[in-house]
């Protein structure tokens, strides 16, 4: 089994390849990336035989597509803004592709492929993060257990970061998207917009997270799982965090810039050069993310302070009786799920295990046996019922 994962040198992409090039059902990782200086880094770190490094820019076509043929499977670790033309490219090659989500907009977007994947008899599945991808697979848990659903409650907690810290905990853009693109939810039925950074509310997590306050956030999760269990009457989906995991003091500054107009993509003139204010931003922010090396699992005895739950609570009815699951999924001291969950789809891809088409996680993905292999890699997931007394 040969998987390339493009973006294997990022902060996301690292992890991804790190648990592909531990898994025995794969013979061959391609670190698939632009940077081969941070490629190498990676390759080094996990210092496993099964990696190859590939230079690759998307930018040409027919190079990429070259490159992607012979994977068995593309797991898609860039931001998400390059979905549509690596989805066009694995399309052509035949490639079953995956990706960690495309922020509700694009998602949708990619959702429109459905019939061109099908015809091209490739499989994809959209959206197989930590989040949006295991909430979707456990509110499909819940779903299949329950006759109608009430509502879809997603919970991403991560633990803060020590005082004083001004780390970003992911990708940039994307955060900075998330900061400032208005949050969807599903409410009575239909879809609608919210303000950034609202509808505060305080949630319990399990040990060691403890409650958090949790706020609006736009996501994919909102994008499919109206439409999957429409039929059972489901009237609300939502998807919270806890300030992407920064401290709030760091979010504040940060939409600060952004509302004096430094988020912009539209290019001012400076001293007689054209510069868009975003990419400004982008290289003032590009030292706070950690270290790549901080993201791949370090020895047992010197695990990172990473501590995770996501949680979805789906609300509804059995049989006349009212019911509420709540599915937990925890990672605590290392194995981010982020590059985990879709390192296990990009295997369940490349063994085919999933249909032709353009498919959302919960469409395809068996609940029990992705959460046993998540457990696998150390990231256990618990489910709990209750019931209205009459």
Same mark, same amino acid.
């Given at each position: 089994m040969r998987i390339l994962v493009l973006g294997g040198a990022g902060k996301m992409g690292c992890i991804a390849v790190q648990t592909l090039a531990h898994d025995d059902r794969v013979d061959e990782v391609i670190i698939a990336d632009i940077n081969m200086a941070q490629a190498e880094i990676v390759a080094a770190a996990i210092g496993s035989s099964k990696l190859r490094l590939q230079q690759v820019d998307i930018?040409?076509?027919?190079?990429?597509?070259?490159?992607?043929?012979?994977?068995?499977?593309?797991?898609?670790?860039?931001?998400?803004? &390059?979905?549509?033309?690596?989805?066009?490219?694995?399309?052509?090659?035949?490639?079953?592709?995956?990706d960690l989500g495309g922020l509700f907009?694009?998602?949708?977007?990619?959702?429109?492929?459905?019939?061109?994947?099908?015809?091209?008899?490739?499989?994809?599945?959209?959206?197989?993060?930590?989040?949006?991808?295991?909430?979707?697979?456990?509110?499909?848990?819940?779903?299949?257990?329950?006759?109608?659903?009430?509502?879809?409650?997603?919970?991403?907690?991560?633990?803060?970061?020590?005082?004083g810290s001004d780390l970003f905990t992911y990708a940039v853009p994307t955060i900075l998207d998330e900061l400032t693109l208005s949050p969807m939810v599903f409410r009575h039925g239909a879809f609608s917009e919210c303000a950034p950074l609202s509808e505060f509310e305080e949630y319990a997590f399990a040990a060691p997270l403890g409650v958090l306050p949790m706020h609006l956030s736009l996501h994919s999760e909102v994008a499919t799982l109206p439409i999957t269990y429409a039929h059972k009457?489901?009237?609300?989906?939502?998807?919270?965090?806890?300030?992407?995991?920064?401290?709030?003091?760091?979010?504040?500054?940060?939409?600060?810039?952004?509302?004096?107009?430094?988020?912009?993509?539209?290019?001012?003139?400076?001293?007689?050069?054209?510069?868009?204010?975003?990419?400004?931003?982008?290289?003032?922010?590009?030292?706070?993310?950690?270290?790549? &090396?901080?993201?791949?699992?370090?020895?047992?005895?010197?695990?990172?302070?990473?501590?995770?739950?996501i949680v979805t609570e789906t609300r509804g009815v059995k049989e006349g009786q009212a019911l509420t699951y709540r599915v937990g999924t925890l990672t605590v001291k290392g194995a981010l799920p982020t590059g985990a969950a879709p390192a296990v789809a990009a295997i369940w891809l490349a063994e085919g295990r999933i249909p032709p088409g353009v498919h959302a996680p919960e469409h395809v993905l068996d609940p029990e046996p992705f959460f046993a292999e998540l457990a696998r890699l150390g990231i256990p997931t618990q489910v709990s019922v209750s019931q209205m007394l009459a």
């Open positions: 930018r040409d076509a027919d190079a990429f597509v070259a490159t992607l043929r012979g994977a068995d499977a593309c797991l898609n670790a860039t931001v998400y803004y &390059t979905n549509l033309t690596v989805m066009a490219a694995c399309r052509q090659a035949g490639v079953p592709y995956v907009h694009t998602t949708r977007k990619q959702l429109e492929l459905d019939g061109e994947f099908r015809q091209a008899g490739v499989p994809a599945v959209l959206g197989m993060g930590s989040a949006p991808g295991i909430p979707n697979v456990q509110a499909r848990y819940a779903a299949d257990r329950l006759d109608a659903i009430a509502s879809i409650r997603i919970y991403d907690g991560i633990k803060p970061p020590p005082p009457g489901v009237q609300e989906v939502f998807f919270k965090i806890n300030y992407w995991g920064m401290s709030p003091e760091t979010v504040a500054r940060v939409r600060v810039l952004a509302d004096f107009g430094l988020n912009s993509r539209q290019p001012v003139a400076v001293r007689g050069q054209h510069v868009a204010p975003r990419d400004l931003l982008m290289e003032l922010l590009a030292d706070r993310v950690p270290p790549i &090396t901080e993201f791949l699992r370090p020895p047992a005895h010197q695990p990172p302070d990473w501590v995770k739950e």
